[in-house]
């Protein structure tokens, strides 16, 4: 797949990406070195991107450790800090023709930072998105009612989509600029206002009352010592399942706006605009769909509701990459929301499915573990094995397809797995 400094697939951080907004691609080259080289669109170019990405189950481990025996809003109210301060200063950044070396070096340090970050708190790292998974997820569903716990955790859940249409319209926006305009100075907009949303973030974070659960256990004198050791000596198992059940969750938005994005306007007709207006309607669509997941979840129960999403996910994923290969922006639009409606349902299920699957006293490392590991290791390199499958099968979208619907097909079983466990661990306790 091709690329240049404004090409048509939107930058990544040197990471797969899960937005299309501006991130350190463009000051990565322009602090890497006089003439960086280029490298394809859904390919990491640099060192900066790997490091923050594979940071993220590192900061799971750490900030799950401080959220399970110092308090869940203290630890989500750091890594607010910790994302808001680094996300600002990546746009403050000097370049390399004003102090050679040390700019990348700060760049690393500050994608390291972020990295960190998302895994406390499961928001991923890029302007717009002070929101997130992890941490979010797990205080919104403790202070939920009994029996409402999958509801609360849903809504934690509406900044991805909303933080995917602000960062889509951001690029959209600055994509106007003529290009020495923007490679100059207007990438880095949207990391410096991001602080901005950092602030109204803060100010939320800070009245919201420490989770009821970890008040319990701390009256208690219950709280883990060394949650992650609790985590790895009693329930291995269900980390396994949640990073796997995770699968297709975190995948999905990875092969759309990612390599989705890379194939359309690569190796078919598309040109970049056309394709953040699709996008831009697959996350609207996403974020008004994605709370009927739950409803129907109360309604018909956990299990039916996931295992019949799912399935419609896994037979409309041909489906969609059929009508993107149209080259028809109506049809690949309307193939890329179908397949989205169900996807985006089953993400609103698994904050709940995740929450209700670990004991309180370890549940802040659980859910960041499953959610970070999976991101490292399935999510972030989905687009990469899709972009080698690709290539490996001559041009085909065939295999990549194959590729997807096996990720959901892995999530199908270890989310039914995860709910046949919490149903039993819940009878006992009963």
């Not at 207007?186 to 659960?213: C, D, H, K, M, Q």
């Not at 699957?357 to 499953?370: D, K, W």
Request: aromatic share 8%; hydrophobic share 50%.
């Amino acid at each position: 797949m091709r690329d240049s400094p404004r090409s048509s697939a939107p930058p990544s951080s040197g990471t797969t990406s899960t937005s299309t907004a501006p991130r350190p691609r463009w000051y990565w080259a322009s602090c890497s070195s006089p003439s960086p080289p280029r490298a394809p669109a859904c390919w990491p170019p640099s060192a900066p991107g790997w490091l923050g990405f594979l940071a993220r189950p590192i900061g799971g481990v750490v900030f799950g450790h401080l959220g399970d025996r110092i308090g869940r809003k203290k630890t989500l109210v750091t890594t607010l800090l910790m994302m808001g301060v680094a996300t600002t200063l990546i746009g403050l950044l000097p370049t390399y023709s004003s102090v050679g070396l040390l700019a990348p070096v700060l760049l690393i340090v500050l994608r390291m930072l972020q990295g960190m970050a998302v895994g406390g708190r499961g928001s991923p790292p890029w302007p717009f998105r002070p929101w997130g998974r992890g941490g979010a997820v797990l205080i919104a569903s403790e202070h939920a009612p009994r029996g409402r716990g999958m509801t609360f955790g849903a809504f934690a859940q509406q900044g991805s989509p909303a933080g995917s249409i602000l960062a889509t319209l951001s690029f959209a926006l600055l994509s106007q600029l003529p290009d020495a305009s923007f490679d100059a100075w207007g990438w880095r907009l949207p990391f410096v206002f991001s602080a901005l949303l950092v602030i109204v973030g803060l100010v939320i974070r800070l009245r919201v009352e420490e989770s009821p659960e970890f008040t319990r256990l701390r009256t208690e004198r219950a709280v883990a010592r060394v949650p992650l050791g609790e985590v790895l000596r009693h329930h291995p198992g269900t980390l396994v399942l949640g990073v796997l059940a995770s699968s297709i969750g975190i995948a999905a938005t990875y092969f759309i706006t990612t390599f989705v994005l890379s194939w359309a306007t690569s190796d078919l007709s598309f040109d970049r605009s056309t394709m953040l207006n699709v996008l831009l309607c697959y996350s609207v669509v996403q974020f008004l769909v994605q709370p009927l997941g739950v409803v129907l979840a109360e309604r018909f129960g956990a299990a039916r509701t996931v295992g019949t999403l799912l399935t419609l996910n896994f037979l409309l994923v041909p489906v969609m990459y059929a009508l993107v290969a149209t080259e028809d922006a109506v049809a690949a639009g309307f193939g890329i929301s179908l397949l989205g409606v169900t996807g985006a349902m089953n993400y609103a299920i698994l904050a709940g499915l995740l929450a209700q699957a670990f004991p309180a006293r370890v549940r802040y490392t659980g859910i960041s573990l499953s959610y970070q590991l999976c991101s490292a290791l399935i999510g972030g390199t989905a687009p990469l094995v899709g972009e080698w499958l690709f290539t490996a099968g001559g041009g085909s979208i065939v295999p990549v397809a194959v590729y997807q619907m096996a990720l959901v097909a892995v999530s199908l079983v270890c989310s039914l797995a995860v709910l046949a466990r919490s149903a039993r661990t819940a009878d006992q306790l009963d």
